[in-house]
């Protein structure tokens, strides 16, 4: 069964950090690209950085490069997302989900192809 797991997420003030998790079972990690998305309340789901789970090439939305950095661990089947440098336009539930590696990587930032979610995680970020 393909499983995604988020956790991590929180209350912070504006310019805070948080580190986020998601732990993917159930499916080969390295034929997947695991992305991170949001959504705030009214609002569709945006994507905010991906990364290609074989040979960890990373992608970002424009409105969190140098914010936000993303990284696996292959070993357990694991992303991270650090967010820094925190803005209350970044409140939202963070979702991860999982794309299949050869649907190519200018979908990996879109939500529509994603085949798995995670359950979300909240963040939000006061002012």
């Known amino acids: 069964e393909v499983q995604l797991v988020e956790s991590g997420g929180g209350l912070v003030q504006t310019g805070g950090s948080l580190r986020l998790s998601c732990a993917a079972s159930?499916?080969?990690?390295?034929?997947?690209?695991i992305g991170w998305f949001r959504q705030a309340p009214g609002k569709e789901r945006e994507g905010v950085s991906a990364?290609?789970?074989?040979?960890?090439?990373?992608y970002y939305a424009t409105s969190v490069k140098g914010r936000f950095t993303i990284s696996s661990d292959n070993a357990k089947s694991t992303v991270y997302l650090q967010v820094t440098s925190l803005k209350p336009d970044d409140t939202g539930v963070y979702f991860c989900?999982?794309?299949?590696?050869?649907?190519?990587?200018?979908?990996?930032?879109?939500?529509?192809?994603?085949?798995?979610w995670g359950q979300g995680t909240q963040v939000t970020v006061s002012s």
């Open positions: 989900g999982a794309i299949p590696r050869y649907y190519g990587d200018n979908l990996f930032l879109h939500p529509y192809h994603y085949h798995a």
């Open positions: 990364i290609n789970g074989r040979d960890a090439t990373t």
């Open positions: 159930g499916f080969t990690f390295e034929d997947y690209a």
